[in-house]
């Protein structure tokens, strides 16, 4: 190794040629490039000499990997740098760097003519190694609605497996087990319980936490006698929300049509929102930007509250149809509630104008039926923007695909309606709110203990 001082003793700069070969690792393992720059100075008898440690200012890596498939050589104008440990990879590392001299070092250093650098090469300290669906995590692109599986291995010095015992899994949120709106009724989600935790292996679902695409987890564990814990932290992709074009109105009061048990649909009077021309009383258009690099596939889930009251003449006895128990949210009729739209990967903006709309009403009374003096009308909503890789564009089993909210927002509307004479009713109060979009965490996945349908939403005495 060669070089030239530039500047005086004490003060001065060089530059070198180094060659630093990682030593033997654990697959998936990182390992840590960097330089140490000392620099020997002695006199022309090698009697005397000073020994100086030196500040990096630039540094070139080259990078040869040789596999099965052939070589590729990778670059890297950093001070250092790290690379994952690959049992079938030679890998080979050189670099150039230069360095500023100006402090010294013990003079008994037993290191006699050195001039130059030291490069080293450091493998991280843990021994214990997370792999997600059997390969060191990391190695593949993970994905929002994707089931994986964690494991974890631990090796010794001389890279030997070494045997774990009393798993124990945690994380700073819920991990889904499974989740299936599409085909039940009450209850979709099911969370990993202590069981579960305990497991040497765990299956769970990646969806969003916050507004961060990773998901934390902890390991405690037993090695050689001893309690060790790690955490690591997989990283997944998912659709950008960008923000909501609405289309709102204000509910009235109209004549229109409602669905019959047993025939044909009604003439009936009505309060809520009223379809125009085969427009929708409601429509609300999310946009999204996808720059995942696969299809993902997007659909509306509406949850709701409701209070509805009315007044009757014969009986003289209130009659209402609510949701319970009272503030709990059910699932409004099915998921998706309106088209599952499939978008591409793309940097563009893409709005998903068919996903979602709604004309909620209820009936005051049958025409020409009198059977009804008052309605109040009253309800709450939880729309959930929910989104899943599409399973030919990511290759992910079908099995292991799951849709899961990156967005939600709520909306309510509330009515109230007197009968006037015989053949005319009245609005005496009509309103709707929105609230703007919020993030939504593991615990605010759509989880519901009934769906609302005419089956199970009917008008009932007040008790």
């Given at each position: 190794m060669s070089w030239v001082p530039n500047g005086d003793d004490g003060n001065f700069e060089l530059g070198a040629d180094?060659?630093?070969?990682?030593p033997r690792g654990i697959p998936g393992e990182i390992v840590s490039f960097s330089v140490i720059p000392l620099c020997c100075i002695w006199d022309e008898d090698f009697k005397h000499y000073k020994i100086y440690k030196g500040v990096p200012k630039s540094v070139e890596w080259s990078l040869v990997e040789k596999t099965k498939n052939g070589e590729i050589t990778k670059t890297?104008?950093?001070?250092?740098?790290?690379?994952?440990?690959?049992?079938?990879?030679?890998?080979?590392?050189?670099?150039?760097a230069m360095a500023h001299f100006t402090e010294p070092v013990d003079d008994e250093l037993e290191v006699v003519g050195y001039a130059g650098y030291f490069a080293a090469c450091e493998v991280a300290d843990t021994k214990i190694v997370f792999y997600v669906n059997d390969k060191p995590i990391g190695s593949e692109t993970y994905y929002l609605g994707q089931k994986i599986s964690l494991a974890?291995?631990?090796?010794?010095?001389?890279?030997?497996?070494?045997?774990?015992?009393?798993?124990?899994?945690?994380?700073?949120?819920?991990?889904?087990?499974?989740?299936?709106?599409f085909f039940s009724e009450k209850f979709p989600l099911k969370t990993l319980e202590e069981s579960?935790?305990?497991?040497?292996?765990?299956?769970?679902?990646?969806?969003?936490?916050?507004?961060?695409?990773?998901?934390?987890?902890?390991?405690?564990?037993?090695?050689?006698?001893?309690?060790?814990?790690?955490?690591?932290?997989?990283?997944?992709?998912?659709?950008?929300?960008?923000?909501?074009?609405?289309?709102?109105?204000?509910?009235?009061?109209?004549?229109?049509?409602?669905?019959?048990?047993?025939?044909?649909?009604?003439?009936?009077?009505?309060?809520?929102?009223?379809?125009?021309?085969g427009n929708p009383g409601i429509k609300i258009t999310p946009v999204v930007k996808n720059e995942t690099g696969i299809i993902y596939e997007f659909g509306a889930l509406q949850t709701l509250t409701n209070s509805h009251w009315r007044s009757v003449t014969q009986e003289n006895m209130p009659e209402q149809v609510t949701t319970q128990p009272s503030g709990?949210?059910?699932?409004?009729?099915?998921?998706?509630?309106?088209?599952?739209?499939?978008?591409?990967?793309?940097?563009?903006?893409?709005?998903?104008?068919?996903?979602?709309?709604?004309?909620?009403?209820?009936?005051?009374?049958?025409?020409?039926?009198?059977?009804?003096?008052?309605?109040?009308?009253?309800?709450?909503?939880?729309?959930?923007?929910?989104?899943?890789?599409?399973?030919s564009s990511s290759g992910i089993p079908?099995?292991?695909?799951?849709?899961?909210?990156?967005?939600?927002?709520?909306?309510?509307?509330?009515?109230?309606?007197?009968?006037?004479?015989?053949?005319?009713?009245?609005?005496?109060?009509?309103?709707?709110?929105?609230?703007?979009?919020?993030?939504?965490?593991?615990?605010?996945?759509?989880?519901?203990?009934?769906?609302a349908n005419s089956k199970t939403l009917k008008w009932e005495p007040v008790r």
């Amino acid at each position: 190794m060669s070089w030239v001082p530039n500047g005086d003793d004490g003060n001065f700069e060089l530059g070198a040629d180094i060659l630093a070969n990682p030593p033997r690792g654990i697959p998936g393992e990182i390992v840590s490039f960097s330089v140490i720059p000392l620099c020997c100075i002695w006199d022309e008898d090698f009697k005397h000499y000073k020994i100086y440690k030196g500040v990096p200012k630039s540094v070139e890596w080259s990078l040869v990997e040789k596999t099965k498939n052939g070589e590729i050589t990778k670059t890297y104008s950093e001070l250092s740098f790290e690379w994952r440990y690959n049992a079938d990879t030679e890998v080979s590392v050189s670099a150039t760097a230069m360095a500023h001299f100006t402090e010294p070092v013990d003079d008994e250093l037993e290191v006699v003519g050195y001039a130059g650098y030291f490069a080293a090469c450091e493998v991280a300290d843990t021994k214990i190694v997370f792999y997600v669906n059997d390969k060191p995590i990391g190695s593949e692109t993970y994905y929002l609605g994707q089931k994986i599986s964690l494991a974890a291995k631990a090796f010794n010095e001389a890279c030997e497996e070494i045997l774990l015992e009393d798993f124990n899994w945690k994380t700073n949120s819920h991990l889904v087990k499974s989740y299936d709106p599409f085909f039940s009724e009450k209850f979709p989600l099911k969370t990993l319980e202590e069981s579960d935790l305990n497991k040497k292996t765990i299956d769970f679902f990646l969806c969003d936490s916050i507004d961060s695409s990773e998901k934390k987890i902890f390991l405690t564990v037993k090695c050689n006698k001893n309690i060790l814990t790690k955490e690591t932290i997989i990283s997944f992709k998912k659709p950008t929300f960008i923000g909501l074009k609405n289309d709102l109105t204000n509910p009235n009061v109209f004549k229109g049509l409602i669905e019959s048990d047993s025939g044909p649909d009604l003439p009936a009077w009505i309060i809520g929102f009223e379809k125009k021309d085969g427009n929708p009383g409601i429509k609300i258009t999310p946009v999204v930007k996808n720059e995942t690099g696969i299809i993902y596939e997007f659909g509306a889930l509406q949850t709701l509250t409701n209070s509805h009251w009315r007044s009757v003449t014969q009986e003289n006895m209130p009659e209402q149809v609510t949701t319970q128990p009272s503030g709990v949210y059910w699932l409004d009729r099915n998921f998706p509630y309106g088209a599952v739209t499939a978008v591409e990967s793309s940097e563009k903006d893409f709005p998903l104008d068919e996903i979602f709309n709604d004309t909620p009403s209820v009936s005051l009374d049958v025409i020409p039926s009198t059977y009804v003096n008052e309605v109040h009308a009253s309800a709450t909503y939880t729309v959930f923007l929910m989104a899943r890789p599409n399973q030919s564009s990511s290759g992910i089993p079908f099995e292991k695909l799951a849709f899961f909210p990156i967005r939600a927002f709520n909306w309510d509307w509330g009515g109230k309606a007197k009968r006037i004479s015989d053949i005319t009713w009245s609005k005496t109060e009509g309103s709707m709110s929105f609230t703007p979009p919020f993030l939504t965490t593991s615990w605010e996945i759509p989880n519901w203990p009934q769906t609302a349908n005419s089956k199970t939403l009917k008008w009932e005495p007040v008790r």
